[in-house]
């Protein structure tokens, strides 16, 4: 499987859209990418999934590059509220989906 | 609206006892999971079953074992509770075979503590 590297935090201001970046150079040709986005005392909560180019819903954007050796998950204009841990995910068709420690986003006021 | 439900938000057990968690969903998914949280390790996957009464290893299943007797429900079961045990707990659903291409719903988490 899959490893996925991303940024341990990053901060922001109430309004910016906000990038973060995963790296998966291993990444093999049936993998998707899937971001989860996790707030204190919960469990985690699907945000978005890919396989190639740029996929969108209402909550965010995900972009892959050609290679999908990585990927960004925007997040249009922020708030407070989005103040949480995302976490990257790369898998194919096993069971054994891999979490890391995911990156940490502070939205400031 | 689709919830997994866990059977108990806070538990503390002392050492040595056995300790049953209780997760159930109701979106009939066939995939049930089980991972434990820790600071710093993310979630790691105990156990999973795709099926009734199948069950699979997950990455860190040493102290653990899983019972799916109906499609609903999951069951993680700590034999003899040890102080390394003290975790968050999070069980999660899914419906497509492949779940790497569908969405983990995971109910609101577990915290036990082990004294």
């Known amino acids: 499987l899959a490893k996925t590297t991303q940024p341990i935090s990053m901060d922001s201001y109430e309004g910016q859209e906000v990038n973060i970046t995963c790296s998966h150079n291993?990444?093999?040709?049936?993998?998707?990418i899937t971001w989860y986005q996790q707030f204190p005392s919960q469990g985690p909560r699907f945000i978005i999934q890919?396989?190639?180019t740029k996929v969108t819903n209402e909550v965010a954007s995900l972009f892959i590059p050609a290679d999908r050796k990585s990927s960004t998950l925007s997040l249009p204009r922020v708030s407070l509220s989005d103040t949480a841990v995302y976490y990257c995910?790369?898998?194919?068709?096993?069971?054994?989906?891999?979490f890391g420690s995911g990156t940490r986003l502070l939205v400031r006021p | 609206d689709v919830k997994v439900t866990q059977s108990s938000r806070y538990l503390v057990k002392r050492t040595g006892e056995k300790v049953f968690l209780e997760c159930v969903q109701d979106?009939?998914?066939?995939?049930m999971f089980w991972y434990r949280q820790d600071p710093g390790l993310g979630l790691r996957l105990i156990y999973f079953?795709?099926?009734?009464?199948?069950?699979e290893k997950g990455d860190i299943p040493e102290g653990y074992s899983v019972s799916r007797e109906k499609k609903e429900r999951f069951s993680l079961i700590l034999e003899s509770a040890s102080t390394n045990q003290t975790s968050m707990y999070l069980c999660?659903?899914?419906?497509?075979?492949?779940?790497?291409?569908?969405?983990?719903?995971f109910g609101e988490g577990s915290r036990l503590t082990v004294l």
């Open positions: 079953s795709y099926d009734v009464k199948m069950k």
């Open positions: 999660a659903s899914s419906s497509p075979p492949n779940p790497n291409t569908g969405e983990l719903f």
């Open positions: 995910l790369v898998g194919d068709s096993s069971y054994k989906l891999i």
């Open positions: 890919g396989y190639k």
């Open positions: 291993n990444i093999a040709t049936n993998d998707y």
């Open positions: 979106m009939d998914h066939e995939n």
